[in-house]
């Protein structure tokens, strides 16, 4: 099974965690993910101080991610237009590991890692978001949105068009509804 068509995986309670095989070099994918414009292309933009405990703002546009009439289902319209989150640095390997905090103003202040490995020519990218709770509605929506975005830094990185956010946001939250049943 191609890596890059796979959905993430729950391999423990409140966490999911995806695998991606990339176009290197390892420093570009490195770029996509801490370079505030490059990371705005496929997630959110903002500055990310590079150092431990460093800030990360991660300003969202998701209406904006693709070149497409796509708007937000009607549970995600607050999502459409820009929004921000907030975070620090909690671990820091150039370029091969990247892990910060996810919007510590909310109750559960969970966190995300990136660690890349080089293979050859291209790049396995592991991402983990951790603590995320147990919430159905969360833990479905967090998957379908990483899967969306991921889906779209790899089209970035290949050089092709993405397919449109919320349309993808939206078919993928029912696949993942389904795999927290199983």
Request: glycine letters at 8%.
């Amino acid at each position: 099974m191609d890596i890059n068509k796979k959905n993430g995986i729950f391999p423990e309670p409140g966490t999911i965690r995806f695998e991606r095989r990339l176009p290197g070099p390892i420093e570009r994918v490195w770029e996509y993910l801490t370079d505030a414009e490059k990371r705005g292309e496929w997630l959110a933009a903002g500055e990310m101080e590079l150092h431990m405990g460093g800030k990360v703002e991660l300003i969202f546009n998701h209406n904006n991610l693709t070149p497409h009439d796509d708007v937000p289902p009607e549970k995600y319209t607050d999502m459409g237009g820009e929004s921000r989150l907030y975070g620090h640095i909690t671990q820091l390997d150039p370029p091969r590991l990247l892990s910060y905090t996810w919007e510590e103003s909310s109750a559960t202040d969970s966190e995300v890692t990136f660690e890349l490995e080089e293979e050859g020519e291209h790049v396995r990218l592991t991402l983990t978001h951790r603590h995320l709770g147990d919430s159905r509605d969360t833990l479905t929506s967090v998957g379908a949105g990483w899967h969306t975005h991921l889906d779209i830094m790899t089209d970035k990185l290949n050089g092709r068009k993405p397919k449109p956010f919320w349309d993808t946001h939206t078919k993928l939250e029912k696949e993942y509804e389904n795999k927290l049943d199983n």
